[in-house]
């Protein structure tokens, strides 16, 4: 990782080791001695849960995977056997089914905070745009692994989902074919997503090195936004960082088993307690909850190629918010415009989630929920394209402090503590 | 024996673009095969077919069967769902196209005129497959309407269809697919 390295083999088998193996040396870097900014706050703490929720997805699944059986004629009866006759089996599949729903809440709030504190800005371009292709297998994975119950919703959401590859001109029908191994979606499908829903987390994983390897290359930023100037300003991770990320991991995981124990089924669907019916169509098809947003933006748009576009091209901005944002300043709490223009985003976000979980034809408070839909989605594009560009180059941004330890200790800073 | 160079190249940069080539060939080669397997096997390919009974089906009212996986509607249409079918404009459809496999020269070698809708206008025979996203319309029916045009309407993202299929309203692009079918009498269907 940057900088020399501060480790010291102290035995002849740490220098045996180290010669050959510098393993010792990688995680004394990373994970003991590296230094971190001392004033992050709760909304830094994600990251650590996210590669928690990671190792708990993996570790469930791989033990669901001895249980269950991907066959169209067998799959959902493995489940309710899961749930019914195999030990703690209950427990370890609604571990996996709202572990899904707390890994996208904990990523969306890791994300929304890279927003908010400019984490993506300059030198850390690549750590957001690795992020991004995160999200993307997440997104994938997710949607294999919600389709493997075999249940209604399974069935239809993998309908819909796989003909929005259809929407592409000439070949989109082949596409959905080859994607389906058959004319519509069925045994082979759930076959070849089984496989590729085992597959994805380990990609993850890989590629959770590379956001950790390009964060160890800048260092974390900061709510403030500014650069560390002088080791005054940091801490080492451990014991400081891996003591506050445990404090808040287990208030998360609080969380997550009250869910698990109390409401197990709170972010499910019962149509999806229904077995598979290739023949009847539930009356609303509803993606999971973290999908929503992105599922009002399509339905939003009366043209099916259109539609498509908009739904990925709302995935795809995010890429290039590293040169959409102009400002120099990183942190939203020096960029008084800016601030509310994130809010606003983030209110957006919320109302697309809610229009997506409404039918298509909904009317609230007299107003066609496919409206604040178009009008939602519209800002959700103008804010990468136009406000982040403009806000940077017309807002004044507030007076920065000097360092990091001068606005954590104030002006005793400038001496060294006894 | 003195070597010649010149600039058309050595002996080396011929064995590397050479290597190269083949590399790049052998690789696609043996790529496709995996990205083949994927699609349909020849089980699947076979194309299957079904003969549906049309005795017991009564005039408004639609059966569902399974062909190819899909659902597959057989409607007996009521003289006045016939009318208000041939009475639409077709080149104020949206897809003014057939989309019927039955036609002597490809599925869309007509316009989507009732007659080229429906072989005997009484029955309709239908893919059940929204040309959006795929999930099934609901039948209309007088006593309980779905969408604005007596045929169908798909509740997931809300494509209205007419009383011969064809998509009016909402993002589905195309008219509801007519399979190929042949009477075998009249009350009987072979489709496929």
């Known amino acids: ?138 997104m994938a994975t997710a949607f294999f692994g919600y389709v493997l119950p075999w249940g209604q919703m399974s069935f239809w959401g993998a309908t819909v989902i796989t003909n929005l590859f259809s929407a592409i001109p000439v070949v989109g029908s082949h596409i959905a074919t080859w994607l389906w191994g058959d004319f519509a979606v069925g045994d082979a499908t759930l076959n070849r997503f089984f496989s590729l829903h085992y597959l994805l987390p380990f990609i993850i994983a890989g590629v959770v090195v590379l956001h950790i390897w390009a964060l160890h290359v800048p260092g974390n930023n900061n709510p403030l936004g500014i650069d560390v100037k002088s080791p005054q300003d940091t801490v080492p991770f451990h014991p400081y960082y891996t003591v506050k990320d445990a404090f808040y991991l287990t208030l998360f995981v609080i969380i997550f088993a009250a869910f698990v124990f109390y409401s197990p089924d709170f972010f499910g669907n019962p149509d999806n307690y229904q077995p598979a019916n290739p023949l009847v169509t539930p009356p609303d098809i509803v993606p999971e909850w973290y999908l929503l947003p992105f599922y009002a933006m399509l339905r939003s748009i009366p043209n099916k190629l259109l539609g498509v576009i908009v739904m990925g091209g709302a995935i795809v901005t995010l890429v290039f918010l590293p040169w959409l944002d102009t400002s120099r300043v990183r942190s939203c709490r020096f960029r008084p415009l800016m601030k509310q223009f994130f809010w606003g985003f983030v209110v957006a976000c919320v109302l697309l989630g809610y229009c997506g979980s409404q039918s298509v034809d909904a009317v609230k408070f007299g107003i066609p929920m496919v409206w604040v839909a178009r009008v939602a989605s519209l800002y959700y594009y103008a804010f990468f394209w136009l406000i982040l560009p403009i806000v940077g180059l017309i807002e004044t941004p507030k007076k920065l402090p000097a360092s990091i330890a001068q606005s954590v200790l104030g002006d005793n800073a400038a001496q060294p503590a006894e | 024996m003195a070597a010649t160079i010149s600039d058309a190249g050595t002996r080396r940069d011929f064995l590397y673009v050479a290597s190269g080539a083949v590399g790049a060939v052998g690789v696609a080669t043996a790529a496709w095969p995996f990205i083949d397997q994927m699609n349909p096997t020849t089980a699947a390919l076979a194309l299957a077919s079904t003969e549906v009974d049309l005795s017991t089906v009564q005039p408004g009212q639609q059966v569902i069967v399974k062909w190819r996986g899909h659902p597959l509607f057989v409607r007996r249409r009521t003289p006045a769902e016939i009318e208000a079918a041939k009475a639409v404009d077709v080149n104020s459809l949206p897809d003014p196209l057939a989309f019927n496999h039955n036609l002597a020269g490809g599925e869309d070698s007509g316009p989507a005129t009732d007659a080229n809708r429906a072989t005997k206008p009484e029955w309709l025979i239908l893919i059940g497959v929204c040309t959006h996203l795929g999930c099934t319309p609901t039948v209309s029916t007088p006593q309980i309407p779905e969408g604005d045009y007596g045929g169908w309407l798909c509740h997931c993202h809300g494509s209205m269809y007419d009383t011969a299929g064809r998509i009016r309203k909402g993002p589905a692009p195309r008219n509801l697919e007519v399979p190929p079918y042949t009477f075998l009498s009249d009350t009987r269907i072979k489709v496929g």
């Open chain 1, 1 to 138: 990782m940057s900088g020399p390295s501060t480790y010291k083999p102290n035995s002849s088998l740490e220098r045996w080791i180290d010669a050959r193996l510098p393993l010792p040396r990688l995680l004394h870097d990373t994970v003991h001695t590296f230094p971190t900014p001392k004033n992050l706050n709760i909304w830094y703490t994600f990251g650590g849960i996210l590669a928690f929720c990671l190792g708990v997805q993996i570790v469930t699944g791989i033990v669901l995977a001895m249980h269950y059986v991907a066959n169209a004629g067998l799959a959902f009866d493995s489940v309710e056997a899961i749930m019914r006759d195999v030990n703690y089996g209950w427990l370890i599949r609604y571990m996996h089914a709202n572990g899904a729903s707390m890994f996208f809440l904990a990523v969306y709030i890791h994300m929304f905070r890279g927003l908010y504190y400019g984490s993506y800005k300059a030198p850390r371009e690549l750590i957001w745009i690795i992020g991004v292709l995160i999200y993307l297998l997440m």
